[in-house]
């Protein structure tokens, strides 16, 4: 293997420990940050994600309460819910656990939500606001690629970066982000996906290589440009007999054949996926910050 | 020449004649589109554009005031401004020109308006509803470049398209935009900027290459694909002692050179810029119609 490890484990733990004192200070200055976790129904990788989402808040002396409703909760309890944490003083960010049961429209319960309360970075506004320029708070999952990258030397500007998926949650927002004119980002950008004609063409002339499908081993090591840095969001679950769970989580890139090619490869797990959790902290803390009236240090803030 | 002319004129034509329709039926209904044209301070190149707008509603039938503000006027009388516009039910579209006076937080005035009224498709949640698959008003020009392709035929679905210039109202939502999960979108999208290394080498891939630079004869034939479709969305003056103006208008794109290699191409003038004008018309009529309650046929409405 000749490429270096984007390790995230390690990075997302030096991000929560710059975080801690940031949190002590703002504490200090009676503005405990604080998220709120809204929860319907019992999806079970949800309530994974939720108590991961806790513990991670309590680790760094956020605090987090998690907001339960049935399954069958109404449109419009579920909407005045957010309304009423929108206008709490006291909570300074608000997240809906995706998915919500399908009675429910999603769009327009994140539309409910204040934006500036939006550490998700999923509400439309700040979608918008990141494709306009001047980011408010950017997707997590975004913002970690490219705080590992930052965090690991990895050069942007000027670079071709080729992202392969286009959700709303990982490919647009960070075609967006890489490709804002700043020194340390202002990568060309090109966005594929499952219409797209001859990948392997594209994503070999890729230095920066983003995989975010959620196909197990859809980017070989022949469809890497020697040098790149490939970044795979991916976490699939493939069956694997010989764990005790039945499978092995995965990402999209064939992690062996990749890293021989590659300068730089994330691992899966242990790459993008703390980074994620580590960014909602940040964006919690810098909306406490913001809600304070304090000046924010933040990178992607304009 | 080889290339087939992408004839802006006689398409914002065709659909002006379409539009005529729908605004009488609308005005019959109680409901005559109304446009609000912003204008603060006396900017020449904005008193033009203005006239032209006024002038292109007027054709169709649909009702423009135009709301002049000194531009010395303070922040908070021109935000009471659009707020009572926003407010005023019998306005279906309001549109702030730019460029306004440097005192005035341009962000912060859009921001005011509400995304609702926005035929312009410049407010952030216009911008981030398109990013996030589910488009509100789309920017006018991105939207006359993508109907001037689907009018003429031009195969989008499965393409790489390139497009030079990452302005927040025109590159980047026409990038949003012709990457959408639909069949008769779906293209792979590069955005190219200042920071792109190695252009030529990009644009000679592109399916479909747009043009929004703002320098004139920043693209030459030889950065052209053979058989591709050429979209020039720059004006640019240059020095002409020949006209009576002193200067003629001119795209990016070195017209000759590019009409040899390519399949299809657009004049300047005569190819994006009708577009433009006639998708604000387009716009406007659809605020109309969505106010009213009426259910609007739009392509690009999810």
């Known amino acids: 293997m000749g490429a270096k490890l984007l390790d995230g484990k390690k990075t997302a733990e030096d991000i929560r420990e710059e975080l801690k004192d940031k949190v ?13 976790l809204i929860n319907v129904g019992d999806d079970p990788a949800s309530q994974v994600y939720l108590r991961a989402k806790g513990a991670a808040c309590e680790k760094l002396g956020i605090e987090s309460t998690l907001h339960k409703f ?5 449109r419009a309890r579920l909407e005045d819910a957010i309304i009423a944490l929108n206008e709490d003083k006291k909570v300074h960010g608000v997240l809906l656990q ?8 999603e769009d327009q319960m994140i539309l409910a939500m204040d934006a500036k309360k939006d550490v998700d970075g999923f509400h439309p506004l700040s979608a918008g606001l990141l494709a306009s320029g001047t980011p ?11 705080t590992l990258l930052h965090r690991h030397g990895v050069p942007i500007n000027g670079k071709h970066a080729v992202i392969v998926g286009r959700s709303r949650i990982v490919g647009r927002p960070l075609a967006n982000l890489l490709s804002m004119k700043r020194r340390d980002l202002n990568a060309t950008v090109t966005l594929c996906h499952s219409g797209t ?11 920066i290589l983003v995989a975010a499908i959620g196909c197990a ?8 440009k020697p040098g790149a840095a490939v970044v795979d969001v991916g976490m ?3 069956p694997d007999p010989s764990k005790k769970s039945g499978y092995r989580l995965t990402g999209d890139v064939v992690f062996d054949e990749a890293a021989e090619v590659a300068s730089w490869i994330t691992p899966v797990p242990g790459g993008v996926g703390p980074m994620t959790v580590a960014m909602l902290m940040s964006n919690t803390v810098k909306a406490a910050a913001m809600q304070a009236g304090l000046k924010v240090e933040d990178a992607y803030n304009a």
Do not use: K, W, Y
């Open 136 to 146: 408010g708070f950017v997707a997590c999952t975004p913002l970690g690629v490219v």
């Open 236 to 238: 699939n679950r493939v």
């Open 197 to 207: 004609s001859n990948l392997p063409g594209i994503t070999r002339q890729a230095d």
């Open 217 to 224: 081993g859809a980017i070989t090591g022949a469809m890497v």
């Open 70 to 74: 049935p399954a069958n909760v109404d």
């Open 98 to 105: 995706l998915p919500i049961p399908s009675h429910l429209p």
């Open 24 to 36: 002590r200070e703002l504490t200090l200055n009676d503005c405990r940050p604080h998220l709120a």
